[in-house]
C-alpha cells in the first residue's frame, strides 16, 4: 500500500519503520528533515511539503505535536486538503481536541475523503514494537478498511464513534496515566527518604497490586538517570490541558487531574524541561 506519513518524532519513527517492515510504501514528511533520517535510511521516500506527501497516497497518517499544527498540516497552504482526492483515508493520530477531529471530519464528509482520528497509547516502545494501543473515532467505513494496517503497528484498535470519539477515549487514557506518573513519583521520593533500596522496592511493586505500565517502564529509566523521551513532558502538560478543558465542558471536577496538571505545569514552563520524557517529574524533588 503506498502511504504518506506527516510526522517523524519518537512515535512516528517507530510506526513507520514497522510500516515500512510490513513492505508498505511510504513517502514522509517533517518541518525537520534530520528527523526523518532514520526512516528515510530505512527506505522512506523524502517529501518537502505535508501536500507533497498526500499526492498519489492511498492513505495518509499524521502525528505532530499539538493542535495548530495539526490545523497547519491539513487546512494551511501545502496542507493535506489542498491537494487530497476523493476515496483518500486520512488518518490523524496526533493526541488532539476532539473538536478538531469533528472540524477535520467535517470537511472530509463534505467532500467525499475518509478520515479517522486514531490517537495511541504504549509511548516509544510501543511504537518501535508495534504493540501499541489506538483508539479510533471517525468514518465506520474507513475503520474497517484500515484494521489490518493498525495491526501491523498496533497490539489492540478499538473503535469508539464518531469523529472526535477516538481523541475522547485518549484523553481518558491521559487522566488515568496522569494518576499513575505521579504515584510512581510519589512512591520514589518516600521510598528513597526511607532509605529503601529502590531496584528492590520497584521489583516488589511490581509483582504486587501496584504493578503499572508506567512504573515498570519509567522507573528503571530513572533509576538510570535517564530522562529522554518516550513521551515528551510538554506534550503530556498538553494533553492534560486538553483533557480538563473537556472536563469542563462537561461540568465535571477531576481535582487529581488538575493537580498533575500543576505539577507538570513547574516542570515545563517553570523548569524549561519539557523536552524530557514524562518520567522527568521526579525532578521536582530529587533536583530542586
Known sequence: MKIGFIGTGVMGTGIINNLLTAGHELTVYNRTKSKADNVLNNGAHWADT?????????????MVGYPQDVEEVYFGNQGIFSVAEPGQLIVDMTTSTPSLAIKIGAYTDKNGLLALDAPVSGGDIGAKNATLTIMVGGNKTAFDKLVPLFKQVGQRVNYFGSY??????????????????TGLTEMLVYARAAKLDLPTVLETLNSGGAANWSMANYVPRILKGDYTPGFFA???????????????????????????????EQLVDQRNLGNDGTQALVKLWWES
Open 234 to 264: 510538554k506534550h503530556f502538560l498538553k494533553d492534560l490541558r486538553i483533557a480538563l478543558d473537556e472536563a469542563d465542558k462537561m461540568n465535571l471536577n477531576l481535582p487529581a487531574t488538575n493537580q498533575a496538571k500543576q505539577l507538570y
Open 50 to 62: 505535508p501536500a507533497k506527501a498526500t499526492v498519489n497516497n492511498e492513505v495518509v497518517f499524521t
Open 164 to 181: 472526535g470519539a477516538g481523541q475522547h477515549a485518549k484523553m481518558a487514557n491521559q487522566i488515568m496515566i496522569a494518576g499513575t506518573m
